[in-house]
């Protein structure tokens, strides 16, 4: 499966992004998907996942919400409330199980990462 990640871009503080990530090649429905980002100097960190469920990094609990568009094959993350602590690329990935899963060494696919910057 290939996925695109796209959305990305320059907010204030306070402000919203949707990025989203869509697949190609094979449908979402059976797969596990999941949101990572990486800020500079950091390791790439666990943001949210969906399967017939969805789970969050404690860091954007009620800020942010995964979702997905079966019919558009597509993941999306409404990110509000941004903080400038919330700049980073954000990588879309996927797992071909349907298991909620937070590790980056446990999905198999990976699109290109989305710039996301916040000003304060």
């Known amino acids: 499966v290939q996925l695109q990640a796209s959305g990305g871009g320059l907010v204030q503080a306070g402000g919203s992004l949707r990025l989203s990530c869509a697949a190609s090649?094979?449908?979402?429905?059976?797969?596990?998907v999941g949101w990572f980002r990486q800020a500079p100097g950091k390791e790439r960190e666990f943001v949210a996942a969906?399967?017939?469920?969805?789970y969050y990094a404690d860091s954007v609990k009620g800020r942010f919400t995964i979702s997905k568009d079966s019919a558009k094959n597509t993941v999306y993350l409404q990110m509000n409330s941004l903080k400038p602590e919330d700049t980073a690329v954000y990588y879309c990935?996927?797992?071909?199980?349907?298991?909620?899963?937070?590790?980056?060494?446990?999905?198999?696919?990976w699109g290109q990462g989305t710039q996301v910057t916040v000003s304060s």
């Open positions: 969906i399967t017939f469920i969805t």
């Open positions: 090649g094979r449908t979402f429905s059976s797969y596990g």
């Open positions: 990935a996927a797992k071909a199980l349907p298991y909620v899963v937070t590790g980056v060494n446990e999905y198999d696919y």
